[in-house]
């Protein structure tokens, strides 16, 4: 890249008052501060084409996640879900760029969808698990008003942030695995390779082609490998379905096709559709820890990736600051709020605008090129109905290896911090729960440091944290113990 490294703006030029720039730059120039970080009007709009081509994934892995039935049995059909990926991308992305001014793109997290169909919707109704994402979302930027993110992640021990991040990285992976078909359950064990303990049939051949097509480009450094292997799953999987004559019960589910016109009017069914309340069910205890789940999916990665992004991007010093930080945090936290209004589930920053910084994108305007595509996908929710899910399942697994790289940052050789990030990150897939996970890497941290004496080192926030989790282990036998159940 021969971009200038540029310092951190000052306070002033992050909120639009800088020093008067000098004449003949245009407003879009002027607003966006493009030539004050060294970049180009033309640099930021192919920085913005190359970051959506990088994540357009997720309008075919959202509604994939979404697809769970809720409480009541009811689930989310397929066109609204896209759409409302698609709207929640669109809204935050714009709201990225325009506010926070910087190259950053926001998407459905998949780590929270993948909280939302295990761990919500399982106790209460698809209206109800978008109030929590409402409600996690105002949690987040509480937080950030108040200055207590910073504080909570300086708080919590940077083993068990990792640990969280490969976590969900597996479970995120097991999804992937289980609605591929590639891993099921049986009678051989809890779960067993394929549906009957073999693997069988084209659905799952078509998924390890595509699984094993994305980590060769991906070995190869080929930008987009994740969109290229998605479309060279979904073409093989359209021809061999018209010349093989498969059929929805071949593909257990809908066959790869397009019904009709490529464009049709967006599906806004899910919008607004947000309950709060109705809760009693499930107790005050289990709403709490369900928010608290989500607030932990979408908490950890944001800051660490919005200012890795803007290092690489050269806006972020040596102690993390950098220009809009504080906006680009707030912006984060309310894609929790606004991904549960529009029904898509809370949106987050995605990693993939580095690639998009790797093209030359210094600034916002980049972040708007991208939000003004995903509102366009608005009007082609029919194209994801030639990705089968089996296809678009490969790209989670690929997701979940991606997040296990922060296994290189952790001292496996210290049992007191490999124990803890063991439990973490085993116990997410085995119980199919982060909080579980969180749970058990918590007091296992705390355990272990206070049988080595240090327990001051804890410190009070963990210590609160560590009751928290003994308390939600231990509700329903002490209920069950009292006769409350």
Avoid at 194 to 206: E, R, Y
Avoid at 243 to 249: F, P, R, S
Avoid at 251 to 259: D, E, S
Wanted: charged share 10%; aromatic share 8%.
């Amino acid at each position: 890249m021969t971009q200038q490294s540029t310092a951190p703006q000052t306070a002033a030029e992050d909120a639009g008052e800088g020093s008067r720039p000098p004449a003949g730059r245009s407003w879009l120039d002027r607003y966006f501060h493009i030539s004050d970080r060294g970049s180009t009007i033309p640099r930021e709009v192919r920085g913005g084409i190359t970051t959506f081509m990088a994540m357009c994934y997720i309008l075919l892995l959202n509604p994939l996640i979404l697809s769970t039935p809720d409480v009541d049995k009811h689930t989310l059909g397929h066109a609204g879900v896209v759409t409302a990926t698609a709207l929640g991308a669109a809204v935050c992305t714009l709201l990225m760029g325009f506010v926070g001014k910087v190259p950053l793109a926001l998407a459905a997290g998949l780590n929270v969808s993948a909280a939302l169909t295990t761990q919500v919707v399982p106790h209460m109704t698809w209206p109800q698990a978008m109030g929590m994402c409402v409600l996690y979302g105002v949690v987040i930027m509480l937080l950030v008003v108040t200055g207590l993110r910073e504080m909570i992640m300086n708080a919590i021990p940077l083993a068990l942030k990792h640990a969280i991040t490969m976590g969900i990285g597996m479970f995120v992976a097991l999804l992937g695995l289980v609605k591929a078909g590639f891993v099921g359950k049986g009678e051989g064990g809890p779960v067993t390779l394929g549906l009957t303990g073999n693997l069988s049939g084209w659905p799952v051949l078509f998924f390890c082609v595509t699984l094993i097509l994305i980590f060769m480009l991906q070995a190869r450094r080929v930008p987009g490998a994740i969109l290229i292997g998605i479309v060279a799953g979904s073409v093989l999987s359209i021809v061999a379905t018209e010349a093989g004559g498969l059929t929805d019960k071949d593909w257990q589910g809908a066959a790869p096709a397009l019904h009709g016109s490529a464009v049709s009017a967006p599906d806004f069914g899910l919008f607004g559709h947000v309950e709060f309340g109705g809760w009693g069910s499930i107790g005050a205890l289990s709403v709490g820890m369900i928010v608290f789940t989500l607030v932990l999916a979408g908490f950890f990665d944001a800051m660490a990736t919005i200012i890795g992004v803007g290092t690489e991007a050269k806006l972020a010093d040596d102690k993390g600051r950098m220009p809009g930080l504080s906006k680009a945090l707030f912006v984060d936290g309310a894609g929790g709020a606004i991904g549960g209004v529009t029904g898509g589930s809370g949106q987050t920053v995605f990693i993939e605008s580095a690639s998009g910084v790797g093209e030359g994108a210094r600034t916002g305007l980049s972040a708007v090129v991208t939000g003004l595509f995903f509102a366009a996908c608005l009007f082609f929710t029919p194209l994801t109905q030639l990705v089968p899910a089996q296809v678009a399942s490969a790209a989670l697994v690929v997701i979940g290896s991606m997040m296990m790289s922060a296994a290189a940052h952790v001292d496996w050789s210290d049992r007191a911090t490999s124990i803890p990030v063991f439990l973490t990150v085993a116990l997410m897939p085995f119980t199919y729960q982060i909080t579980a996970g969180v749970g058990a890497g918590v007091i296992a941290y705390t355990a272990i440091k206070t049988a080595q004496g240090k327990w001051r080192e804890v410190g009070g926030f963990m210590w609160v944290l560590t009751l928290v989790f003994v308390v939600y282990f231990s509700l329903h036998p002490i209920e069950n113990w009292l006769g409350v159940r």
